[in-house]
């Protein structure tokens, strides 16, 4: 087996709690607001708001694909459902802190649903290819949904079973999207922050199945 095949299945397994990296206790240092519209992402939600976790492959297309939805108030991207605390992109990129690249959605509820948001998570990706995301393989691009309480972790779950159907229907696999009650979100580095706004030819490795999820938009 090759150093590169090796390195990849390293990279696709989740490692036990004691195995993942020690990170450390202070915060990365960013500036919490957004470089589009200067809203904060550090924020408590206002009573017309809400908030979801969600990763579908390389954060910086997953990102750019939401702050583009009508709706969205603000996004930002960091690191969840692993073990490392604080964790650097490079840390995450090892495979050894557990973590997947996330987006957090802050979403204007009178505007958008969350079935809206999540009907473009799910067409805006391949939720059935585990631990990769097109070219990109690696546990921190598995698809994932973290929910901030019990009845968004609900309409999450109804929302993959009727995606599930359209997929088998077209033809497709079953669905990996890990679906969990959020622990801990960690932002990631400033220069991550709405990459592709700073940087308009970035890499987007953002892809979907072409099927579509029979979930709306309408509030």
């Known amino acids: ?19 993942a990296l020690a990170g450390r206790s202070t915060p990365l240092k960013i500036s919490g607001r957004s470089a589009i519209n200067n809203e904060p992402f550090i924020r408590n939600v206002n009573a017309n708001e809400a908030e979801i976790i969600i990763g579908m492959g390389c954060f910086w297309g997953a990102e750019r694909k939401l702050w583009n939805t009508p709706g969205v108030v603000v996004t930002s991207v960091g690191y969840a459902g692993g073990y490392t605390p604080n964790p650097t992109y490079e840390e995450t990129c090892s495979g050894q ?35 990769k995301q097109g070219n990109d393989v690696g546990s921190q691009y598995r698809s994932v949904i973290y929910t901030k309480n019990d009845q968004d972790l609900a309409v999450a779950e109804a929302s993959k079973a009727a995606f599930q159907k359209e997929l088998i229907a077209a ?24 990459y592709l706004h700073k940087n308009p030819n970035g890499y987007c490795g953002l892809n979907g199945t072409g099927v579509s999820c029979p979930i709306g938009f309408a509030r």
Request: charge should be negative.
């Open 97 to 131: 802190t557990g973590h997947s690249e996330v987006v957090q959605v802050v979403f204007d509820t009178s505007i958008i649903s969350l079935e809206g948001v999540l009907k473009v998570f799910w067409e805006n990706h391949d939720p059935t290819q585990g631990m």
């Open 171 to 194: 033809g497709h696999g079953m669905i990996t999207t890990e679906i969990e009650p959020l622990d801990v979100y960690y932002f990631a580095e400033e220069y991550h922050q709405q």
């Open 1 to 19: 087996m090759t150093d590169k095949i090796q390195d990849i299945l390293k990279k696709s397994i989740i490692p036990e709690k004691t195995q």
